[in-house]
């Protein structure tokens, strides 16, 4: 090909890829104009906040909590997250490069801890304070982590045992050896703090609800499926009620979905009496292996099944009845209140914890204003 | 030289060609049986259903890539191209409120764009196809995510207007049957993508240009238009697939995808397309498709843990690859004709001449002559038996012999070298 026909191939492919670019540069500006705020007259604080991802919903309303924090306070701040809650090498990288940047402070929510330990050790020589938001950063190094503002995972989980338990005491107290029944609890994975917070979460109260007001004693009881969820102290040698801890091959929307069917397959043999999912992830998993929810009243009567989080298809599926509700956190103020912190931490200030707090809405309370404004789209 | 027209017998025909094509099938029906043995009421209906509907997500770019490797090419950006076609669409319904069929043309365009872009720097500029799409796959997994604002995008559910399209993959019948409609479309694309292999000049080309690119471009074939086609037909299957996938996952993420492409690969792969270019059918991946479908929804039913689920699907996929290796080597092995094959071959003739003979005596009611025919044949198998042991035991001694004195005459070459 001659030189001039070469260039123009060059040309056309520049074109192409300046046309891909073209909305990059439409949104762009537009994201960074909310974030700039007031200038300092002193050095502008930058802080920027390393989330677990982009995927779920959730994390576009942690970023506008904080974002508008960030504009209150004057602070420069940037949101940045891998693209999937499994990409940790990805996170390590932006956490990385986030701190090449000579930060005032930083916002983390950790996918793995230990993957990003000596970046944290690196904070505390160079002293930028980190706060820890969502899941936070857990067992971080003395000193590295100053405050974390997050909800308390596993006492949002207990509730939603307690929501479940009064819809199925019943067949509880029914269960024996011989006719057992099961509990589900379909987490996404066994590695995220706050996923297996919840699902130990949901566990632990799921079993004292069921000693206490279930009439059955802890050697009734067995927890079993995904090994991390089965702590030592969880009893696993009884045979009247079960509780199944499922966890599918990838967080992946397809994987959730095939692990869904294949406990929708055995609600009947194994007379299972709920489901918990304890994020967007499996509640995406279960909606599409249940016609977007609408088999679950008409295919599986009886069955109790409630989410986490939101998201439009979660909450439709919710006011529906399909769900017999959903946990929500309030990931606004959890951003909002993780880049206060941080600012507070710059200015030398005091911090402590903030525990944000969760909320069980149904069809009944979800168009309330304080629910409302919590449940995103 | 001595006539070597060589007939191999009806086995060994079979053993090369049949058991070629024969091979993925088997392995599909074989696992489908395993899993209905093992898993929890796999056999059913509805688990039916779930196989199919997890099959349109690879299923229709695993079509499409079909055609890009067998032209020698790779394409790794189906599957990103495919979520972030999806999401703009979606985006388009939900935020920019476009009407259900123009939001899911868009979604075809899109995929088709990107397809081109791929087309063009591979056919045009020569740039390695692996480089290329590896980079159309960060590209279109960060457009995606810019144009849809980082938000997911939830499609309409039935009921809703603009559900009707999910109809098309799934019909629920008013009293709660599910067909699933989509399996009609993945086969209409599949028939497609058939018959542009096999009966167009698009096809011709395509394995053309996988089994000898220069060879093909001297013979006068236009490489940069056909080669291009294949990517632009890997971008249209692309957006089939998104829309499937909204149609079946009803939200989608950004930035998803990555991994798609390594299955629909894998699927192919495991039909019989060669990833050294020159080979492959569109049946053979779509037996590719359902063996990792069924895998997909198998493993889950027999209660395995999620670790257990990812091994054996890697292992399966090695396995498959494997046997396709062993298959491409075993036809294209070139067969030198020993003495024990040729002797073997005129002997084989022979007796089945005698059973035709003892064919006619019988149906003739020669009773004496088919008895005399019999015996023959008996001796004859009897001696065909004997003198290839024997030929073989000959032949074994003979490289015995060869290896040893191979050996000897080494140990005297570094005797020379040391003495120098």
């Not at chain 1, 019943?170 to 917070?197: E, R």
Request: proline share 4%.
């Amino acid at each position: 090909m001659n030189a001039v026909r070469r260039t123009g191939m060059l040309l056309v492919a520049a074109l192409f890829l300046v046309a891909f670019a073209i909305p990059a540069f439409a949104n762009g500006a537009k994201e960074s104009g909310t974030s700039q705020g007031a200038a300092a007259t002193s050095k502008t604080i930058f802080i920027p906040m390393i989330s677990k991802g982009f995927e779920f919903q959730y994390w576009q309303t942690v970023m506008h909590g904080a974002q508008a924090a960030a504009k209150k306070l004057g602070v420069k701040m940037t949101f940045e997250g891998p693209p999937s809650e499994a990409d940790i090498q990805q996170q390590v990288q932006m956490l990385q490069n986030a701190m090449a940047k000579n930060p005032s402070a930083i916002c983390l929510a950790a996918l793995d801890t230990n993957s990003v330990m000596d970046l944290l050790n690196q904070a505390v020589s160079r002293h930028i304070p980190v706060i820890g938001f969502d899941s936070g950063v857990p067992n971080a190094p003395k000193g590295a982590i100053y405050a974390t503002a997050a909800t308390n995972s596993y006492a949002a989980a207990g509730l939603a045992a307690d929501h479940m338990f009064p819809a199925i005491k019943d067949k509880i107290m029914a269960a024996t050896a011989s006719n057992p029944v099961t509990i589900i609890d379909f987490n996404q994975d066994a590695t995220s703090q706050s996923v297996t917070d919840r699902g130990k979460g949901f566990r632990d109260e799921m079993i004292k609800l069921i000693e206490t007001q279930g009439n059955h004693p802890a050697s009734d009881i067995k927890v079993t499926g995904n090994p991390a969820y089965i702590a030592a102290d969880s009893p696993t040698s009884g045979k009247a009620v079960i509780i199944d801890v499922v966890v599918p091959a990838s967080p992946r929307t397809t994987d959730a979905t095939n692990s869904a069917q294949a406990v929708l397959n055995r609600v009947q043999a194994d007379h299972i009496l709920g489901i918990f999912c304890s994020n967007e992830g499996t509640v995406n998993g279960i909606l599409a292996a249940s016609n977007d929810g609408s088999s679950l009243p008409t295919q599986y009567p009886g069955l109790v099944v409630i989410g986490f989080d939101a998201g439009a298809a979660q909450k439709a599926a919710v006011s529906k009845q399909y769900f017999l509700g959903s946990i929500t956190q309030d990931p606004y103020m959890i951003g909002y209140d993780s880049m206060e912190l941080a600012y507070k931490a710059v200015k030398g200030e005091p911090v402590a914890n903030i525990d944000t707090g969760a909320k069980f809405y149904n069809y009944q309370n979800m168009n309330q204003p304080d629910i409302a404004q919590l449940l995103y789209n | 030289m001595a006539d070597v027209s060589v007939q191999k017998s009806p086995l060994q025909r079979f053993r090369e060609r049949g058991l070629k094509s024969a091979l993925a099938p088997a392995a599909l029906i074989i696992l489908y049986l395993f899993f209905g043995f093992f898993g929890l009421d796999y056999f059913s209906y509805p688990t039916l259903v779930n196989i199919i509907g997890a099959s349109y997500y690879i299923g229709f770019i695993a079509i499409g890539v079909t055609f890009v490797i067998i032209t020698a090419g790779i394409d790794l950006s189906i599957g990103t191209v495919m979520m972030a076609a999806a999401i703009i669409g979606g985006t388009a319904l939900k935020t920019w409120h476009w009407p259900m069929i123009p939001s899911m043309l868009l979604i075809i365009v899109v995929a088709m764009a990107f397809g081109l872009f791929n087309g063009l720097m591979v056919s045009r500029l020569k740039m390695p196809p692996f480089i290329v799409t590896l980079g159309t796959m960060l590209i279109s997994m960060g457009v995606g995510a810019i144009v849809s604002n980082v938000r997911s995008a939830t499609f309409p559910i039935r009921g809703e207007p603009g559900g009707w399209f999910k109809n098309i993959f799934l019909y629920i019948t008013p009293n709660g049957t599910e067909i699933p409609t989509g399996a009609i479309l993945l086969l209409a694309v599949a028939v497609i993508g058939h018959i542009l292999l096999s009966s167009t000049k698009l096809g011709r080309y395509t394995y053309a240009i996988g089994s000898n690119k220069e060879a093909a471009r001297l013979s006068g074939v236009d490489v940069k238009k056909w080669e291009m086609m294949v990517y632009v037909i890997a971008g249209t299957t692309s957006g089939i697939g998104g829309i499937a996938y909204a149609a079946i996952y009803t939200t989608v993420l950004p930035a998803q995808g990555q991994g798609f492409e390594l299955m629909a690969i894998a699927a192919a792969v495991i039909g019989g397309t060669s990833l050294y270019g020159g080979f492959g059918t569109i049946w053979g991946t779509i037996i590719g498709v359902f063996i990792m479908s069924v895998l997909a929804t198998g493993l889950p039913a027999m209660n395995l843990q999620s670790q257990w689920q990812t091994f054996f699907t890697g292992v399966i996929v090695i396995g498959a690859v494997l046997l396709d290796m062993y298959r491409t080597k075993k036809t294209s092995e070139v067969r030198i004709e020993r003495a024990v094959d040729v002797y073997r071959a005129s002997m084989m003739e022979k007796i089945s001449s005698l059973k035709r003979e003892l064919a006619a005596f019988t149906s003739a009611g020669e009773a004496e002559k088919a008895a005399e025919a019999r015996s023959r044949i008996t001796a004859a198998t009897r001696e065909l038996k004997d003198t290839v042991a024997k030929m073989k035991a000959e032949e074994r001694a003979e490289a015995v012999r060869i290896r040893a004195e191979e050996k000897a005459a080494d140990q005297e070459f570094t005797e020379m070298l040391k003495q120098k």
